[in-house]
């Protein structure tokens, strides 16, 4: 009984033993049993002869057990991936996949796990066409089509690993395919092509053959992309701008700038997701038209997408010119003043404080009090208008069509330095009018106009010295253009010059004084003539006829019944008069028999103009540029400029101006002035020389200095208020004093 019992304890020994060894056997710490996920075995025929077995990928780090069996041969192979590349095999055979995993049990012995489901396949020979494949691309996605459809199915592959591998089938002629990863394909990345191709195939148990992958087609992600670009452009901080845009349809982008009626290249950056151009800061008011296109493999050009825009409008780094001595404080508010800015000195606005601007003056920072600078508006206002200030190279006034001698195509004197040689025209212009001149501007535009500036502050010496040229000449026979647009004399017919107003002997060319050759004219009538000798407060204040105490000029009256001009017949009934040989004056001209005299045009002592508060302008069309057709041309000194002969366009100037606050005059359909900013601040004074740009001027890279006519110092050394600086290049110093 004992002995029984010994032997069934070690029996029971042997067999605990032998599950013990089974277990340590069995148990591989850290390996699980793969999974195979189930679909076909995908057997893809080279053109070399060779296959390309391909199956259900069972996920990360799993390794496959492959076995084919084909004319006695058998192959056991494991890989990697779930692919398996085989030569000198053809249809027919047989194949098996399972996943296996392997690792050290219990005993150290290394142990190989096989999945518990497996893929079989018992593949057939067949016939197989080798296609032609074409795809048309959309956003996202590409439909793919095929001629034939002899074979059972079709399918799209994808180039990995040198093998076109099925991606999407169809039984059809033709497929469709969305790029977004969850059929297989991704979009491609920036700069990678995606190689695809057709294969034909027949199906069968367990899995489908494919023939020979057709001739490739070339994908990137620029073919897949929309065609909308999305260009923006993007304001960070005042006039600080930046574009931005999407990817869209293309293989190469090309960024352009419009300038000078043509397109220019900025960038040409590389493709991805987003971008972004720094544009930096753009001047006040400043016009910008930009272009995004892209362009296909082949450079041909496929979309395009513009944004235009005006920089939005500040005084920052603008110049400006106070109209009157000014305090120079040490803070915004006027606490504590550093001294005085004389009148017409040139400045440039580091900040805008309410109604002060921070400048820099004689190596120092302060405040002045903005309400009492003129703000140059072509820095100001930018492209939201126009300028031409024609006082500064060549002066267009005139008597209706008559030249005048010594202004008409001068420089008049105070608009020396009013063009600028890199900068263009100086238009200076009391800022808080600027302000309501921006408002007109922008009205106009919404409208499809632009305000064209001829003149804003014109200085004192300008006024005293159009009038008195000017009123010398109101009994002079008017100048006249002969067929060739030469100006004549209409008494000799000689030509004139105009800068000196001396007759051209036809014969020698020397210039001769009309004084000498002509009678002595009669007195001219008192009232067109300017009495020099009266007491300032007597002689007219602006260009409305009136003295400033006598309030708002009245409008002119209608026009009386015409009077037949010399030689020409009256009406029936009247009196025929012999013709004579007068030539008509510039007064004549000008008045229209008494009604208007030279007030009404030139102001004899002091304009509006002159405190910086008046406008000479007009209108053009803001697409090309085309001035309106006015009643007269502007700076006409005549009765044919005077308001109550207003045609449309110059009522809808009128409209756009008075709006804005501005009044006109009766006698000047281009003329308007803020007298309600005057009134506001009290402004008594006015400036009597003209001004230039001459001083310290300031951006985003630093401080430069220019001269009296706009010239920048560049690579030069200059003394400015006893300082020596030194500027590179570009006009730059190092040496500014600390901010």
């Known amino acids: 009984m004992k002995h029984a019992r010994w032997l069934i304890g070690l029996f029971v020994a042997a067999v605990l033993a032998a599950g013990v060894l089974a277990a340590a056997y069995l148990i591989t710490p850290g390996v699980r049993r ?60 047989r194949v098996r996949v399972q996943a296996a995993a392997s690792g050290t049990n219990l005993l150290g012995m290394v142990r190989e796990l096989t999945s518990l489901t497996h893929l079989d396949a018992e593949v057939a020979a067949a016939e197989l066409e080798t296609p032609v494949l074409t795809g048309e691309p959309e956003e996202g996605a590409m439909t793919f089509s095929w001629e034939g459809g002899r074979s059972p199915v079709y399918a799209v592959c994808v180039l990995r690993g040198g093998v076109y591998l099925p991606v999407a089938s169809s039984s059809g002629t033709g497929t469709f395919l969305r790029f977004d990863g969850g059929s297989g394909l991704a979009m491609p990345e920036h700069g990678q092509t995606l190689d695809l191709a057709l294969r034909a195939g027949s199906p069968g148990e367990g899995y489908v053959l494919y023939g020979p992958p057709s001739a490739p087609l070339a994908v990137e992600r620029g073919d897949l992309l929309g065609d909308d670009l999305s260009l923006t452009a993007q304001e960070s901080e005042p006039r600080v701008y930046a574009l931005e845009w999407s990817e869209a349809r293309g293989s190469e982008y090309e960024l352009r700038e419009w300038r000078d009626g043509a397109w220019v290249t900025l960038d040409r950056p590389e493709p991805a997701e987003h971008f972004r151009y ?171 106009y632009r305000l064209k500036i001829y003149e804003a502050f014109r200085p004192n010496e300008a006024t005293r010295y159009l009038y008195d040229t000017t009123a010398a000449k109101l009994s002079d026979p008017a100048l006249v253009y002969d067929e060739e647009e030469t100006v004549t004399d209409p008494v000799t017919g000689w030509q004139v010059d105009l800068s000196t107003g001396c007759l051209v002997d036809p014969e020698t060319g020397e210039l001769l004084d009309p004084a000498e050759l002509l009678e002595e004219p009669e007195e001219p009538p008192e ?33 009386q019944e015409e009077t037949p001009a010399p030689g020409e017949a009256p009406e029936e009934g009247g009196e025929v008069e012999e013709e004579t040989p007068d030539y008509p004056t510039y007064g004549g001209i000008m008045t229209d028999n008494g009604r208007f005299r030279l007030g009404s045009f030139l102001a004899a002592v002091t304009s509006a103009h002159n405190r910086g508060i008046a406008l000479d302008l007009t209108l053009e069309t803001a697409d090309f540029a085309a001035e309106l057709e006015m009643q007269s041309a502007i700076h006409d000194l005549s009765w044919y400029s005077a308001v109550y002969r207003n045609n449309d366009n110059a009522d809808l100037l009128a409209s756009y101006m008075t709006a ?80």
């Open 278 to 448: 720094e544009l930096g800061r753009l001047d006040s008011g400043s016009s910008h038209r930009y272009q995004v296109l892209t362009r296909d493999r082949a450079g041909g050009r496929l979309l395009e997408e513009e944004v235009s825009f005006y920089a939005s409008v500040s005084p920052l780094y603008c110049t400006v010119w106070p109209i009157i001595d000014l305090d120079f404080y040490e803070s915004a508010g006027g606490s504590q003043s550093q001294g005085r800015v004389p009148a017409g000195t040139a400045l440039c606005v580091l900040e805008e404080d309410g109604q002060w601007f921070r400048v820099r003056y004689r190596d120092r920072y302060g405040y002045v009090d903005s309400r009492y600078c003129m703000v140059n508006l072509s820095e100001y206002t930018g492209d939201y208008c126009a300028y031409d200030v024609t006082n500064s190279y060549e002066s267009i006034f005139k008597v209706h069509e008559s030249p005048i001698a010594s202004i008409t195509g001068q420089v008049i004197p105070g608009f020396e330095n009013m063009l600028t040689e890199e900068d263009g025209f100086l238009v200076p212009y009391l800022y808080p009018c600027a302000k309501k001149l921006l408002s007109a501007a922008q009205a106009a535009l919404e409208d499809g």
């Open 34 to 93: 793969p999974s195979l996920a189930e679909g076909d075995i995908l057997v893809c025929a080279e053109a070399d002869g060779s296959l390309v077995l391909s199956w259900p990928d069972a996920g990360p780090g799993s390794v496959y057990l492959t076995e084919l069996h084909a004319d006695g041969q058998s192959l056991r192979q494991h890989t990697n991936e779930p692919l398996l590349e085989v030569s000198g095999v053809s249809a027919p055979f």
């Open 660 to 739: 804005a606050g501005m009044r006109g005059l009766s006698s000047e359909w281009w003329h308007f002035q803020d007298d309600e900013t005057r009134e506001a601040i009290g402004l008594t004074s006015y400036l009597y020389k003209g001004v230039n740009a001459g001083g310290w001027t300031r951006d985003d890279r630093g401080w430069r200095y220019r001269d009296p006519g706009g010239r920048y110092y560049r690579n030069a050394s200059v003394t400015v208020d006893g300082k020596r600086y030194t500027l590179d290049r570009d006009g730059y110093t190092s040496q500014a004093p600390a901010e």
């Open 527 to 559: 009232e067109e003539v300017p009495d020099s000798a009266q007491p300032p407060e007597e002689r007219l204040e602006d260009e409305t006829g009136l003295r400033e105490e006598d309030g708002d000029a009245p409008e002119a009256a209608q026009p």
